[in-house]
T-cell receptor, first 115, second 114 residues
Framework: EAGVAQSPRYKIIEKRQSVAFWCNPI?????LYWYQQILGQGPKLLIQ????????DSQLPKDRFSAERLKGVDSTLKIQPAKLEDSAVYLC?????????????FGPGTRLTVL | AQSVTQPDIHITVSEGASLELRCNYS??????LFWYVQSPGQGLQLLLK??????LVQGIKGFEAEFKRSQSSFNLRKPSVHWSDAAEYFCAVGPNQAGTALIFGKGTTLSVSS
């Protein structure tokens, strides 16, 4: 079974530029999460989708971050404009359902460096 | 507030020695608890999870964890560490208040010495 796919794996941009990350969840997984992992910290949720609807985006900095999950499959996370503090690993995860006990499967992440 | 504390930032264990990684949580109800491992350049891999039943949970790679409600703890253990266990370990609690996302601790880096 293929895992969660993410691209690109690495990205370096200047501050105030824009960037986009792509995630393809495990086939059949209805729930998709984007987490931000800053160096030395644990992952923190940015946004949760259930199919193509948003369940929780309370911690998404909406003035610069946006995300969509068209057709309830792939998802894109965008940052515009980027700030230095956005340097982090962006992890995508998916789960079969939306129960708290459902295992979340993580992709390898996209490491973003903002200069 | 929901939170997870991993008191040890970095632990070094000799190969073949036993391991215990500590995790304390703050949660308003009975939580679902998870341990994930992250190797360099890799995503998070689930080691084990607890959501009900027997408080001693067995996971992959020879790991186990014990849920202690009275201590709000979910410590991870392994009787004999292998060099390949060197990685970063994250304890997580869920679901969060708004959805089913996980709340992670800051992680513990495990080094294994020969």
């Amino acid at each position: 079974e293929a895992g969660v796919a993410q691209s690109p794996r690495y990205k370096i941009i200047e501050k105030r530029q824009s960037v986009a990350f792509w995630c393809n969840p495990i086939s059949g997984h209805a729930t998709l999460y984007w987490y931000q992992q800053i160096l030395g910290q644990g992952p923190k949720l940015l946004i949760q989708f259930q199919n193509n609807g948003v369940v929780d985006d309370s911690q998404l900095p909406k003035d610069r971050f946006s995300a969509e999950r068209l057709k309830g499959v792939d998802s894109t996370l965008k940052i515009q404009p980027a700030k230095l503090e956005d340097s982090a690993v962006y992890l995508c995860a998916s789960s079969l359902g939306n129960r708290g006990a459902d295992t979340q499967y993580f992709g390898p992440g996209t490491r973003l460096t903002v200069l | 507030a929901q939170s997870v504390t991993q008191p040890d930032i970095h632990i070094t264990v000799s190969e073949g020695a036993s391991l215990e990684l500590r995790c304390n949580y703050s949660y308003g109800a009975t939580p679902y608890l998870f341990w994930y491992v992250q190797s360099p350049g890799q995503g998070l891999q689930l080691l084990l999870k607890y959501f009900s039943g027997d408080t001693l949970v067995q996971g992959i790679k020879g790991f186990e964890a014990e849920f202690k409600r009275s201590q709000s703890s979910f410590n991870l253990r392994k009787p004999s560490v292998h060099w390949s266990d060197a990685a970063e370990y994250f304890c997580a609690v869920g679901p969060n208040q708004a959805g089913t996302a996980l709340i992670f601790g800051k992680g513990t880096t495990l080094s294994v010495s020969s």
